[in-house]
């Protein structure tokens, strides 16, 4: 799979979600390279269809994409209750739980989520797997002050954290001004004890474990998207 046939996929995918922003919708805006498609397609209905819509960003990454194409931002003090929020992930199981957070929004992506009526993921099929945890760390978002502690109790339960760092060795810094552990667990066996373990630690902010939150999937494959409904599998 060359890197043109991924591209292709994920753009397919995007912008077969981004049908579903219908007129005066409140949407989120996840984070991530194949959701910037998705932004890009909403912005182009905009300007295309007279849509009228209000996004709400996820992150300084989709809140500049969303300014370049022209979507109208609001806030979740006006629009606490968002009817649509399109996302990618990292990794997604048979039942639609996610790991997300590889690019840093983790936390906001998570309270746009559960804000939302639906939460629309949209990846390339690279990204499904058997079981959480197979070759992909869970990002935690902690607090500066209490990196070290958070870092200790994450081994306890069986984590190996590494502290996400930027070009040159220093801290990765999330928008919200916190560090980032990636934590390899292996294969989680059971991703919501161990989501309940981890928010327990005190200094952790959240977790990169979002699970039970994905309503459908669109999985951009090498000639076509499928579409994977929560519904569906039960």
Known sequence: MGI?????????AALEAAKNVKDDFVIGLGSGSTVAYAIEAIGRRIREEDLHVLGIPTSYQSF????RFGIPLTTLYEHPEINLTIDGADQIDPNLNLIKGMGGALTRE????????RLI??????????KLGRNQPVPVEVLPFAEPIVAREIRKIG???????????????????????DVDF???ENP?????????????????????????VYMGAKTTVKIIDKKAIG
């Open 4 to 12: 043109n046939w991924v591209e292709d996929a994920k753009r397919r």
């Open 64 to 67: 500049l994409l969303a300014v």
């Open 110 to 117: 998570k309270i746009i989520a559960a804000a939302s009526n």
């Open 121 to 130: 993921i949209v990846v390339d099929e690279r990204k499904m797997t058997d």
């Open 159 to 181: 984590g190996k954290p590494s502290l996400r760092e930027v070009k040159g060795g220093a801290p990765y810094i999330t928008d919200n001004g916190n560090f980032i552990l």
């Open 186 to 188: 292996g294969v989680i």
């Open 192 to 216: 919501y004890e161990l989501n309940e373990k981890l928010k327990m630690i005190p200094g952790v902010v959240e977790t990169g474990l979002f699970l039970g939150m994905a309503h459908t």
